[in-house]
């Protein structure tokens, strides 16, 4: 069955970087756009970035342009979130997930994964 596994969350001080990775298995990973959402306590899920299947084209949200870079490896079914200068307002619960095409609504999505939590604080 599908499944994505992300890993590389952690506690970091306010500037500093992560790298997340979603790990793919159970699908066709070349055909799929793959996105990453976060949701702080409170809040409603958010889209982040999405990397299509296509063509690679990359789309970020306004508050992590320039900070973060989403990357694939279809050689091994993964994608990553590499995030610098990270900001107190960029913790939360960071999800990956699966649709045929890049979309910031989270509906579109068939599959998600658990989530890896990102803290940034001092």
């Known amino acids: 069955q599908v499944q994505l596994v992300e890993s590389g969350g952690g506690l970091v001080q306010p500037g500093g970087s992560l790298r997340l990775s979603c790990a793919a298995s159970?699908?066709?990973?070349?055909?799929?756009?793959i996105a990453w959402f976060r949701q702080a306590p409170g809040k409603g899920r958010e889209g982040v970035s999405c990397?299509?299947?296509?063509?690679?084209?990359?789309y970020y949200t306004d508050s992590v342009k320039g900070r973060f870079t989403i990357s694939r490896d279809n050689a091994n079914d993964t994608v990553y979130l590499q995030m610098n200068s990270l900001k107190p307002e960029d913790t939360a619960l960071y999800y990956c997930?699966?649709?045929?095409?890049?979309?910031?609504?989270?509906?579109?999505?068939?599959?998600w994964g658990q989530g890896t939590q990102v803290t940034v604080s001092s």
């Open positions: 159970g699908f066709t990973f070349d055909y799929y756009a």
């Open positions: 997930a699966t649709a045929p095409l890049c979309d910031y609504e989270p509906d579109e999505y068939d599959h």
């Open positions: 990397i299509s299947s296509s063509d690679g084209h990359s």
